[in-house]
T-cell receptor
């Protein structure tokens, strides 16, 4: 079966750095997405990785290792507004998005 | 950027009535649209994949006669919840995909529709 694993909840301090991990087992791979979702709102796109390595975009970076079935989202200089759920999703061989359950990130002052 | 709208944003209805939710891609043509449902504190659950001009493909466990999907044009897909019941109360989100072979297979999400069935 297809499976995406990510921690249920993480807590970090404002101004710090946090890394949210995601491991996956899917039938085929056409890329991995990270989305941010605030409570009561739809997900918003953060990053897309299809090749191994690190993609940096401002305070957010995303890393992918296809051989290990592993990705992480790195958030730097955390702000209170970063409190949200972070969803990892993999595009499988049928171009279907397989979603993780999401990681709720709590930022404390 | 690519924008997807949904209407209505929220709806409250009586049990037994039908509710129609519209999903529109405003500045691009979407060959494929997706309908998701999300219950509180849970992740997105794909309900169906909708391709323009053809029947929707429903995920296992989703009743196609209850959740009617119509994708009549490249910019509009509708989801009708027929004979809604309180257990259908949820956050319904649509998304649209531009191209399958593009560099980024990003899905663009609508803002969601919160359905409450009394």
């Amino acid at each position: 079966g297809q499976n995406i694993d990510q921690p249920t909840e993480m807590t970090a301090t404002e101004g710090a750095i946090v890394q949210i991990n995601c491991t996956y087992q899917t039938s085929g791979f056409n890329g991995l997405f990270w989305y941010q979702q605030h409570a009561g709102e739809a997900p918003t796109f953060l990053s897309y990785n299809v090749l191994d390595g690190l993609e940096e975009k401002g305070r957010f970076s995303s890393f992918l290792s296809r051989s290990k079935g592993y990705s992480y989202l790195l958030l730097k200089e955390l702000q209170m507004k970063d409190s949200a759920s972070y969803l990892c999703a993999v595009l499988d061989s049928n171009y279907q998005l397989i979603w993780g359950a999401g990681t709720k990130l709590i930022i404390k002052p | 950027g690519a924008v997807v709208s949904q209407h209505p944003s929220w709806v409250i209805c009586k049990s037994g009535t039908s509710v129609k939710i519209e999903c529109r891609s405003l500045d691009f043509q979407a060959t494929t649209m997706f309908w998701y449902r999300q219950f509180p504190k849970q992740s997105l659950m794909l309900m169906a994949t909708s391709n323009e001009g053809s029947k929707a493909t429903y995920e296992q466990g989703v009743e196609k006669d209850k959740f009617l999907i119509n994708h009549a044009s490249l910019t509009l897909s509708t989801l009708t919840v027929t004979s809604a019941h309180p257990e259908d109360s949820s956050f319904y989100i649509c998304s649209a995909r531009l191209l399958r072979s593009s560099e980024s297979n990003e899905q663009f999400f609508g803002p969601g529709t919160r359905l409450t069935v009394l």
